[in-house]
């Protein structure tokens, strides 16, 4: 299968800074990524889908100025939580899928964000 | 609203015997199901998959069963190993909406040695 790389896998820091994380795609090129929330207990639910070289996407409910996309390249996806707060810490991760005809997405390992 | 609905969170099954993961969808419009099984601090791994237009498909000890009309899915894992301990995440798919999925809650499974 295809190799998704997620850094870091931990993170923590001080209320109100900023903390970036990173997808790759190690082995293909991702059109698409897609960047998912899971709360303890809970499903994982879609925060946004990254288009490289546009905007990405929000669903509904998500603040895009707190939750900064950047999808620079066809490899790397760039996921910045702004100003961050406690009811930030949360398990972040994306995935990405292969090309245009598979429907599988290959998921990163996931993000562990403590906000202090 | 949750469309995808996974109402045991938590399974134990005796080694060597069947587990069956079930799951309950609410949008008739999803055309494409998935399983994931996933680790603790680890990011889901693709599992198994199904079209909306058929009702079985198997892939050595796992196997999906789609039931449209009664929006149900399931996956059993015969025989079952201890390996298979994890939780275990359906999933569905819209049409032509790129690939975004809609996780149900997840069941953790334990397979007792």
């Known amino acids: 299968g295809a190799v998704v790389s997620q850094h870091p896998s931990r993170v923590i820091c001080k209320s109100g800074t900023s903390v970036k994380i990173e997808c790759r795609s190690l082995d293909f090129q991702a059109t698409t990524m897609f960047w998912y929330r899971q709360f303890p207990k809970q499903s994982l639910m879609l925060m946004a889908t990254s288009n490289e070289g546009s905007k990405a996407t929000y669903e509904q409910g998500v603040e895009k100025d707190k939750f900064l996309i950047n999808h620079a390249s066809l490899t790397l996806s760039t996921l910045t939580v702004t100003s961050a707060h406690p009811e930030d810490s949360s398990f972040y991760i994306c995935?990405?899928?292969?090309?245009?005809?598979?429907?599988?997405?290959?998921f990163g390992q996931g993000t562990r964000l403590t906000v202090v | 609203d949750q469309q995808v609905k996974q109402n045991s969170p938590s399974l134990s099954v005796q080694e060597g015997r069947i587990s069956i993961l079930n799951c309950d969808y609410t949008?008739?419009?999803?055309?494409?199901f998935l399983w994931y099984k996933k680790y603790p601090a680890e990011g889901p791994t693709f599992l198994i998959s199904?079209?909306?237009?058929?009702d079985k498909n198997e892939d050595g000890r796992f196997t999906v069963f789609l039931n449209k009309s009664a929006k149900h899915l399931s996956l059993h894992i015969v025989p079952s190993q201890p390996g298979d301990s994890a939780v275990y995440f359906c999933?569905?798919?819209?049409?032509?909406?790129?690939?975004?999925?809609?996780f149900g809650t997840g069941t953790s499974l334990t397979v007792i040695p």
């Open positions: 199904i079209s909306s237009i058929k």
């Open positions: 949008n008739s419009m999803f055309d494409y």
């Open positions: 995935s990405a899928k292969k090309d245009s005809v598979t429907t599988e997405a290959f």
């Open positions: 999933a569905a798919s819209l049409p032509n909406t790129g690939n975004q999925f809609y």
